[in-house]
């Protein structure tokens, strides 16, 4: 028998690697441009007119490129300007949280063009396979109230509360959702006979903050999402790092309090179980004296100059700063950049973070609130099933 790793087949898959490569380049710099023509992609790129226009002609025949007409002349013939074919299809990005379920249709370039809003399943006590088809309804509601016709559907995204392998799209690690190896991919894949990619939500936001947001000049950063729990993407270089079983960035379950007795239900850590909405809320009622009082109330009240309430806020930021310096420590990003729904705070938070950060830590990085704001998840899950239609259509070329 023949073996299958010839000299010949290796080169035959390196040239084709390569090849892939390189419209994957293409492709990145007409995003980042709008429009481009083909002499601007070989300058941005590197890449010889004959590479730049063979790679061209793939992703307009696999649908991904399309011409947008003529651009300015400079004293010759005009340039055909390329863009992307951000229309042909759609990706469904479902952004998971503990509070809300948000589902989006975007185009290819990541712009949401509709969006619906329900109660997490977790919150309503639908767990297990109940909560994946409460998912499927509400992927079905947003297509249908989005008049968009559903044959253009090319992929689901779903950012997921838990440790994922996005290889197989399996959530090992879902306590609110009672998900636990769970196959959420393969059974939102049977439903709707789409491809289906799963990640964990905050690295799925991350990723948008990488494509969208500041990764445009950011190398190094750590996105951390404090929400009703908080968990973390990690960017080096340019990439997302998972860890050895992909639970890199679980800070909600780092310990910041030595007298913190831990858990054997893991439904969350010391970190979160400190820092996180639930406890900034019961903070606030304190704070403010009344029974009943959100997190958005305690730092507005802050901002107004209410003193318990600025304590509270400092004792807050305290918290976040400890967490803030390990990592600071461990990894030394350049930039530490919050998302989540108390990025919503704003300076209210991010100054006294900030002050306390630079006392603890003498690797103290810039902090920044993420620039898509409390759409960084939904845009991170769109940005899943983007990728995914991307890989389908260069592996058909």
Not at 112 to 138: H, M, N
Not at 147 to 167: E, F, N, Y
Not at 330 to 339: E, F, T
Request: charged share 20%; hydrophobic share 45%; proline share 4%.
């Amino acid at each position: 028998m023949q073996k299958p790793d010839s000299a010949a087949d290796r080169a035959i898959t390196d040239i084709a690697d390569v090849r892939k490569h390189n419209m994957r380049a293409i492709l990145r710099v007409v995003e980042q441009s709008g429009q481009a023509s083909r002499a601007d992609i070989a300058r941005a790129c590197g890449l010889s007119q004959p590479t730049v226009c063979s790679a061209v002609d793939g992703l307009i025949e696999a649908g991904l490129l399309s011409v947008a007409g003529e651009g300015s002349s400079t004293g010759g013939r005009p340039p055909i300007m390329l863009e992307l074919n951000s229309d042909s299809v759609f990706a469904v990005g479902v952004d998971l949280g503990g509070t809300n379920l948000r589902v989006g249709l975007a185009d290819l370039a990541g712009t949401i063009v509709a969006r619906c809003e329900w109660p997490s399943p977790g919150k309503l006590g639908t767990k297990g396979e109940a909560a994946v088809s409460y998912v499927a309804r509400a992927i079905r509601d947003t297509v249908t109230d989005s008049g968009l016709d559903p044959s253009r559907m090319g992929a689901i995204g779903l950012g997921a509360p838990g440790v994922t392998d996005p290889s197989t799209g399996v959530v090992s690690i879902a306590p609110a959702l009672g998900w636990q190896n769970t196959p959420v991919a393969s059974m939102l894949r049977d439903e709707f006979g789409v491809p289906v990619r799963v990640d964990n939500d905050v690295n799925a936001a991350a990723m948008a903050e990488l494509h969208y947001g500041y990764g445009q000049e950011l190398r190094d950063f750590v996105f951390v999402s404090i929400g009703t729990g908080i968990g973390s993407g990690i960017v080096i270089d340019g990439r997302l790092h998972r860890g050895a079983s992909g639970a890199a960035g679980e800070i909600g379950y780092m310990v910041i309090d030595h007298t913190w007795s831990g858990s054997t239900t893991y439904d969350f850590g010391c970190f979160e179980s400190m820092a996180a909405a639930g406890a900034i809320a019961a903070m606030a009622a304190e704070a403010l004296g009344v029974d009943d009082a959100l997190p958005e109330d305690l730092f507005r009240a802050a901002g107004s100059g209410h003193r318990a309430a600025g304590q509270a806020v400092k004792a807050i930021a305290d918290r976040i700063a400890a967490a803030f310096s390990c990592i600071a420590a461990l990894i030394d990003p350049q930039a530490i950049v919050i998302g989540g729904g108390i990025s919503g705070a704003g300076e209210v938070l991010l100054e006294p973070v900030r002050e306390r950060l630079a006392q603890l830590s003498p690797f103290a990085p810039e902090l920044r609130a993420s620039r898509l704001g409390t759409d960084a998840g939904l845009v991170g899950a769109a940005v899943l099933g983007i990728e995914e239609i991307k890989e389908r259509a260069l592996q058909s070329i």
